[in-house]
């Protein structure tokens, strides 16, 4: 099975609160990101958390980390319709030394007005 | 300070040519990854390096090649192109914990 995974689609209204939730199943990541994808681009790092920490929030983004359950959310405050885009959740771990990133598969974004 | 880059933007190829694609970044990182990105997958690992002289392979390394002659530079290498490799290829590098990714390659194999 997967690593880490996501819900595929979230649809949201204008000014709502987005939830974007993700599940690891690796209990020695060290860090746990959020990236962006718009179309036709990159991926942009939103932000990320360290597995010693609780919460992080970084102006209208607010991550969460439940290291007990294995479960990370990323939540967006007064969501635009500029934020429609692909969220991806992704876990890092070493491995013999190494920084191996997994990603779970992205939940696509749509707000309307 | 220009991040990670990557050449060329697009690319079409015939079955059986071969091709390297260029990323470069200049921010000191170690760690270099190439990814490859396609609908319903995800991103998918095909090799990293974790400094400059090494590489290892990923999930999915088959039918690639990879060099990290210099500490900015990691290349990807398709030997004999198939159009399963159609994709667009992501690379990334990492520093400090926080990962980097450059703009990508759109790759269409014919």
């Known amino acids: 099975g997967e690593d880490v995974e996501q819900s595929l689609f979230l649809s949201v209204r204008e000014g709502d609160s987005s939830v974007i939730n993700c599940t690891y199943t690796?209990?020695?990541?060290?860090?746990l990101y959020w990236y962006k994808q718009e179309p036709g681009a990159g991926l942009q790092l939103l932000t990320y958390i360290f597995s010693n920490m609780d919460m992080k929030q970084d102006q209208r983004l607010t991550v969460l980390l439940n290291k007990k359950d294995k479960h990370l959310s990323l939540r967006i405050a007064d969501t635009q319709t500029g934020d429609s885009a692909i969220y991806f959740c992704?876990?890092?771990?070493?491995?013999?030394?190494?920084?191996?990133?997994?990603f779970g598969r992205g939940t696509s974004l749509i707000v309307h007005p | 300070n220009a991040g990670v880059t990557q050449t060329p933007k697009f690319r079409v190829l015939k079955t059986g040519q071969s091709m390297t694609l260029l990323c470069a970044q200049d921010m000191n990182h170690e760690y270099m990854y190439w990814y490859r990105q396609d609908p319903g997958m995800g991103l998918r690992l095909i090799h990293y390096s974790v400094g400059e002289g090494t590489t290892a392979k990923g999930e999915v390394p088959d039918g690639y090649n990879v060099s990290r002659l210099k500490k900015q530079n990691f290349l990807l290498g398709l030997e004999s192109a198939a159009p399963s490799q159609t994709s667009v290829y992501f690379c990334?590098?990492?520093?400090?914990?926080?990962?980097?990714f450059g703009p990508g390659t759109r790759l269409t194999v014919t």
């Open positions: 992704a876990e890092i771990t070493a491995s013999g030394g190494s920084y191996i990133p997994t």
């Open positions: 990334a590098s990492t520093g400090a914990g926080e990962q980097y």
């Open positions: 690796d209990s020695s990541s060290t860090y």
